[in-house]
């Protein structure tokens, strides 16, 4: 069984920050991690995944500079440090596992339930 459950989303203000956590059970412990979003009326968008390992990260351009993706193993937990928050990051963010499509990043086989995250102008 694998399971994956995100939590830090809330509401922030326009050039606040949150912190992001995906926290994994299961096969995704040794397994990379990939983070999405899904704002209203757009296509879900990839944004970072980190390698089991943590040495391979990947960043869209959308958040390159801006977000950070790190883990920690040992407590079986991903984060997304998201710095400079404006309001179109507002969306439903998700992390996701599977079978790895490149050395960074994931197939979403699993996803976890999403948290919202709201940035107000």
């Known amino acids: 069984q694998v399971y994956l459950v995100e939590s830090g989303g809330g509401l922030v203000q326009a050039g606040g920050s949150l912190r992001l956590s995906c926290a994994a059970s299961g096969l995704t412990l040794t397994t990379a991690i990939g983070w999405f979003r899904q704002a209203p009326g757009k296509e879900r968008e990839g944004i970072s995944c980190i390698s089991k390992s943590g040495g391979s990260k990947y960043y869209a351009d959308s958040v390159k500079g801006r977000f950070t993706i790190s883990r920690d193993n040992a407590k079986n937990t991903v984060y997304l440090q998201m710095n400079s928050l404006n309001p179109e990051d507002t969306a439903v963010y998700y992390c996701?596992?599977?079978?790895?499509?490149?050395?960074?990043?994931?197939?979403?086989?699993?996803w976890g339930q999403g948290t919202q995250v709201t940035v107000s102008s």
């Open positions: 996701a596992t599977g079978q790895l499509y490149n050395s960074s990043c994931p197939r979403g086989d699993y």
